[in-house]
């Protein structure tokens, strides 16, 4: 079970191959990635992700010990990056493992459900204009964690 | 003494990103009313709590929340994480 968060890139094949090597009996893993999409109409030059230290690890933490205890997980992963994306750019990525797919597929949705809205992150997109303007958040992104 | 951090926007529209505030506020909510009496750029960043969330020694609060014995409260506005 491990939880990072990081400025850094990091390289999602090989995290997702040493995370499934580390559950060999586990049967499925699911992984979810988040990427920095472009803007249609005014091109974005980066994605700039602040992050209040401390608080985002303990609540990413609250919410993968709150996975482990709803579904039988071999085990769960969560990065997430901060500081500027490039378009393209991953952004952050879960994945979770259990014997069956289900499980697994169900606790990687309830982990990105929860960390979209409950942990201290923040994104502003930067155009290539120079325009800046902070992403708000959506009612369905808070209106999804009422279905766990 | 208190921590006072701010995220986001509300950081931005403070100028500053944390500070120590001496207070005899016994809830967030009287927190901020001290800090919207200060200056306008504090009373800007407060006009709309409902677009602010909290949180209390690092766990998501709410605006009632006590701050006996409280080290530190943040302010931020609803979070993108994702």
Redo the contacts between chains.
């Keep these: 079970m491990s939880v990072r968060v990081q400025e850094a890139a990091f390289d999602f094949g090989a995290e997702a191959n040493a995370f499934a090597a580390r559950c060999r009996g586990a049967g499925a893993v699911v992984t979810f990635s988040g990427i920095t999409r472009d803007l249609g109409r005014d091109a974005l030059d980066r994605m700039v992700i602040e992050h209040y230290p401390g608080m985002t690890e303990r609540a990413l933490e609250r919410i993968e010990a709150e996975a482990r205890a709803r579904w039988n997980l071999a085990d769960a992963l969560i990065i997430h990056r901060f500081g500027a994306m490039a378009p393209g750019d991953m952004i952050m990525m879960v994945a979770t493992a259990a014997r069956h797919r289900a499980e697994a597929f169900a606790a990687a949705e309830f982990l990105m459900d929860f960390l979209k809205s409950r942990a201290p992150f923040w994104k502003k997109e930067v155009t290539a204009t120079g325009g800046e303007s902070w992403v708000e958040s959506r009612d369905a992104d808070e209106a999804a964690l009422k279905r766990w | 003494m208190i921590d006072v951090?701010y995220?986001?926007?509300v950081?931005e529209r403070i100028g500053l990103p944390k500070e120590r505030v001496e207070t005899d506020a016994d809830t967030v909510a009287g927190l901020v009313e001290e800090l919207r009496a200060r200056e306008e750029r504090y009373a800007a960043a407060f006009a709309d709590i409902s677009a602010l969330r909290v949180?209390v020694d690092?766990?998501?609060s709410d605006f009632d929340a006590p701050l006996a014995g409280v080290r530190e409260v943040?302010f931020?506005?609803?979070?993108?994480?994702?």
């Design positions: 951090l995220f986001a926007w950081r949180a690092q766990d998501l943040a931020f506005p609803p979070m993108t994480g994702g």
